[in-house]
């Protein structure tokens, strides 16, 4: 089955950036709808970027549009999510997730609609 690694996670001053890596074996990252996650203590995960697929261009939650890019290697089979002008709201464990694209069925921004996590990455922003 699908098995996702992430790395890259770090304590940064505001208007810093950091890199994730989220390292993907089992199946080719080609071959599977993914995304990035964020959760915050006490609040709801959220999704803030996914690759695209099937012609659908890859996608970002407002609140880091113009921040965030998210990329993929595919020789190295690895996401990434480079995270720039980084604030303090931005602090939270942020997930990996892939599944199969009709597995997700259109539903991007649902957690519940992918089944393959890693185990997270720990991303603080101080003032």
């Known amino acids: 089955q699908v098995q996702l690694v992430e790395s890259g996670g770090g304590s940064v001053q505001a208007g810093g950036s950091l890199r994730l890596s989220c390292a993907a074996s089992?199946?080719?990252?080609?071959?599977?709808?993914m995304a990035w996650f964020r959760q915050a203590p006490g609040k709801e995960r959220e999704g803030v970027a996914r690759?695209?697929?099937?012609?659908?261009?890859?996608s970002y939650a407002d609140s880091v549009k113009g921040r965030f890019t998210i990329s993929q290697d595919n020789a190295k089979n690895t996401l990434f999510l480079q995270m720039n002008s980084l604030k303090v709201e931005d602090t939270a464990l942020y997930y990996c997730?892939?599944?199969?694209?009709?597995?997700?069925?259109?539903?991007?921004?649902?957690?519940?609609?992918?089944?393959?996590w890693g185990q997270g990455t720990q991303v603080t922003v101080s003032s």
């Open positions: 997730a892939a599944d199969y694209c009709h597995v997700v069925n259109g539903r991007i921004w649902a957690p519940e609609a992918y089944n393959y």
């Open positions: 690759t695209p697929n099937a012609g659908v261009i890859s």
């Open positions: 089992g199946d080719t990252i080609r071959s599977l709808c």
